[in-house]
């Protein structure tokens, strides 16, 4: 049976402690900003309501980009931002981010040839691009990705971006904060910060706590910690809802596709987990309740209609096999349609003078920026907390299980594969890209399937169930089926039943 959910090693949440900084919210700019604070030497706690990366992290496309439809809305610092940043995570996070080449097919009527060749040419270019391939322009009546597509689709152009484990991205960004000395508290919700001697006394579901200063990255409830702190917001906060669907694969080869749409709207067509092919996303104006958002099935039949529109394949609701929706909380620029929306971010800082305690709030970001949004937030923090200043530690040390080299991804698949006869190639590529190098650590010394104990099916196990309870602060089955791994898409009623029990007898 799985050993009792932790902290990863931290106090109870029933004392009292006092922190440097606490840092509410635990998708991936929180974790990001928690990780940076720990590596400098400062008490950092680190507060989430739910699970970890539960809300708008794990409801991303998975990229790792620089945003290319954000150059026709004139974002070139964002842009230029994001690119450079893809290679550093990249060196970081090899097992969880990978290259990718994406195909956008030129389709007449919609934006013209020269649009589209400056567009890449810029995107090549203004990012520090080193190990990334250029751009390219393409025939698809003879490229693999133009087989699948609908006759009539001859000129296309290809480049380069990448494809990132979102949800597993947040929950390791929390693990290197705790292994270097952060408290990090799940389904503790932050119910009322008060100032109190210089300190913030911050009230929680599971004790009271004080900090010196608060970060508030929260994402779509940002505005609202803002209020349990008695704060008028000075940025207004626009919710976009981006939903996403997951079908059967609509295509055997490892391009991905950048498609455009006569309403002037992109979405993406993205290799899934093997067997499947993610499509995505709307962009709608989020009015309603945060806590189980959902597509909407008008969001659903338009994806289908999309893809159909240039697959060979048609498809519709029905052959949707799993959807979700996030709510992006983007910074309110005033543009008219939600996906002209900046994704940009801004900090907006309360308190730091005359005794008052520093509040930090983050609005808006995106998961490509995030490491670099987490230093800058400690350049604002600096003048509070002097320990916070100094170097970006966080563009070379790897995260956990990122400590090779990105170009041997396979040689370590390959060494893992060889110590443990009994994984099977797929097996085998899926936990190492999981985890990395630290997938020995539950592995072991295993030479049969029977040493890792009860197999719940896919090749999830009681060892993997135990390691992401006791080191990534699983507590439930969706914790683990759809944040931790994808194995939801694979795993049938029974088996789910299965790790059901086994969670509720440790």
């Not at 490509?368 to 937030?377: I, K, P």
Request: proline residues 6%; hydrophobic residues 40%.
């Amino acid at each position: 049976m799985p050993p009792a959910a932790t902290s990863g090693g931290e106090v109870s949440a029933a004392v009292a402690t006092d922190y440097d900084l606490a840092v509410v919210g635990g998708g991936i700019n929180g974790c990001g900003i928690a990780r940076d604070a720990a590596g400098r030497g400062v008490r950092v706690l680190l507060l989430e309501k739910g699970d970890l990366a539960h809300g708008t992290s794990s409801a991303s496309t998975k990229l790792i980009h620089g945003g290319l439809r954000y150059l026709e809305h004139y974002e070139f610092a964002l842009v230029r931002e994001a690119l450079g940043e893809r290679e550093q995570l990249w060196a970081i996070a090899p097992h969880l981010i990978h290259p990718m080449r994406f195909v956008l097919p030129y389709t007449p009527g919609l934006r013209p040839r020269w649009m589209l060749r400056l567009g890449l040419f810029l995107y090549d270019h203004i990012g520090g691009r080193k190990a990334l391939p250029s751009s390219a322009t393409i025939d698809l009546r003879r490229h693999p990705a133009g087989a699948p597509l609908k006759p009539g689709f001859a000129t296309g152009y290809e480049y380069s971006d990448c494809w990132a484990d979102d949800a597993r991205l947040v929950v390791l960004n929390a693990r290197d904060a705790a292994d270097r000395g952060a408290t990090v508290l799940t389904r503790t919700e932050v119910l009322r910060l008060s100032p109190a001697d210089e300190a913030w006394l911050i009230e929680t579901t599971g004790g009271t706590y004080r900090a010196k200063a608060v970060v508030n990255a929260a994402g779509p409830s940002v505005v609202d910690l803002l209020g349990r702190a008695g704060q008028p917001p000075r940025h207004e906060l626009r919710l976009v809802r981006g939903s996403h669907i997951v079908v059967p694969a609509l295509f055997d080869h490892g391009f991905a596709y950048f498609f455009q749409l006569p309403d002037g709207r992109i979405f993406f067509a993205i290799p899934y987990e093997r067997d499947f092919t993610l499509i995505g996303t709307t962009d709608r104006d989020h009015r309603g309740p945060l806590d189980s958002v959902r597509p909407a099935p008008d969001e659903i039949a338009y994806l289908c209609e999309a893809a159909s529109g240039y697959f060979r394949q048609a498809i519709g609701p029905a052959d949707v096999v799993w959807s979700y929706a996030g709510v992006r909380p983007l910074v309110d620029d005033r543009s008219g349609k939600p996906e002209a929306a900046t994704r940009g971010y801004r900090f907006e800082l309360d308190g730091g003078r005359n005794g008052a305690p520093p509040l930090l709030s983050v609005f808006g970001g995106k998961i490509t920026t995030y490491r670099h949004l987490a230093a800058e937030a400690m350049g604002r923090l600096a003048a509070f907390i002097p320990a916070l200043a100094g170097d970006d530690w966080t563009a070379n040390a790897p995260l956990p299980g990122g400590d090779f080299a990105r170009e041997s991804l396979a040689e370590l698949i390959a060494r893992t594969r060889a110590e443990h006869p009994f994984l099977e190639l797929d097996w085998a590529d899926r936990i190492v890209r999981a985890y990395g190098t630290v997938v020995r650590d539950w592995l072991g010394n295993a030479i049969s399937l029977e040493q890792l104990g009860q197999h719940f099916g896919h090749g999830l196990t009681a060892a993997e169930v135990d390691h992401l309870v006791s080191r990534e602060w699983a507590r439930n089955a969706d914790d683990i089926l759809w944040r931790r791994t994808k194995l939801g898409l694979r795993l049938d009623a029974t088996q789910v039943g299965a790790l059901e029990d086994y969670l509720a007898a440790g």
